[in-house]
């Protein structure tokens, strides 16, 4: 990612709290003095690309932020406690909360940014386990990008409704990161990374891959530890995520003119049209006959 530098006039100079050190950025702000009582106000945001030497050391800041890293590497401090920056690196401060962030020699940094504050700013930042001074690991690294840049775009378009619209990608956001919330280190972060990379081989193979005993051959992961990792990581079992996957591509080719029940069982696996009928059912609450007369 190369992020061009993007300062609309209308919003005017760039706060102090900016760093200068930066070689590229894409920013926007909203309203740089919120008015007291309100709920949930987004103050700016964007991405900086760090210019060489970046170093940052603040006694606390006014109001409540999240950083996210997506490239390079470097050492963060946040209050008493360093921690490593890398891709992926989620972490938020606010009033109280000194920070000291240090780009590795020979590193530029490229993270995300947004700044808010409100009466309910610390309840959101507490409620996606990213309370004030914590530090979080996303997995995979790149996987807040998208809502970030549409926080960025909604917010360079400075129309009547942006304050709003980006208050409510915040609370996406919120969402968003406690699903891709990855264990630091250790068997924990062992058990997550063996979830992972199961779920993500039943998503590329979703469309032959039939049974949990496939899954776990193919990952040589055992049956039972399989499902209690996607217990503990997905609230559901390695089965009911591949027909999730199974029955929302049915839905899709349903949708096409002409499509025949029979030929879309069988091209996501299922020989039986019955046995395809009740599980399209399981999934939804309706038979693959009623969702095409509802379309």
């Known amino acids: 990612m190369n992020p061009q530098s993007v300062e609309p006039s209308a919003t005017g100079a760039a706060p102090e709290f900016f760093s200068p050190q930066v070689s590229g950025a894409r920013r926007f702000y909203l309203d740089l003095n919120p008015p007291p009582g309100a709920g949930l106000v987004i103050i700016c945001g964007g991405v900086e690309q760090t210019a060489p030497g970046y170093a940052i050391h603040r006694a606390t800041f006014p109001f409540f932020s999240i950083e996210y890293v997506v490239r390079g590497t470097g050492t963060l401090k946040l209050g008493r406690r360093e ?3 890398q891709p992926g690196c989620l972490f938020s401060y606010g009033p109280g909360i000194s920070q000291d962030i240090t780009a590795d020699p ?5 993270k995300y940014f947004v700044d808010f504050s409100g009466r309910r700013a610390r ?3 507490t409620g996606c386990r990213l309370a004030p001074g914590r530090v979080a690991q996303m997995f995979p690294p790149n996987g807040l990008q998208g809502v970030f840049e ?5 917010g360079i378009n400075a129309t009547r409704h942006s304050p709003e619209i980006c208050a409510k990608l915040l609370e996406c956001l919120g969402l968003e990161i406690v699903d891709s919330h990855a264990p630091l280190a250790g068997a924990e972060r062992l058990a997550f990374t063996t979830y992972y990379q199961a779920r993500t081989h039943i998503e590329t193979h979703f469309r032959r891959l039939k049974t949990l005993h496939e899954i776990s051959a193919e990952r040589r992961v055992n049956n039972a530890y399989l499902c ?3 217990r503990r990581y997905d609230h559901q079992s390695p089965y009911q995520f591949l027909l999730r996957l199974k029955m929302n591509l049915a839905a899709e080719r349903l949708q096409q003119p002409g499509a025949l029940v029979k ?5 996501i ?5 019955f046995h395809f ?3 399209f059912k399981t999934v939804f609450g309706l038979s693959p006959d009623a969702f095409r007369r509802r379309q």
């Open 83 to 85: 921690h490593r920056l």
């Open 106 to 110: 020979g590193q530029s940094l490229v």
């Open 123 to 125: 309840a959101l930042l």
């Open 150 to 154: 549409e926080l960025i775009r909604c």
């Open 228 to 230: 209690r990792l996607f």
């Open 263 to 267: 030929q879309v069982a069988e091209e």
């Open 269 to 273: 696996g299922f020989g039986d049209p």
């Open 277 to 279: 009928s009740r599980a």
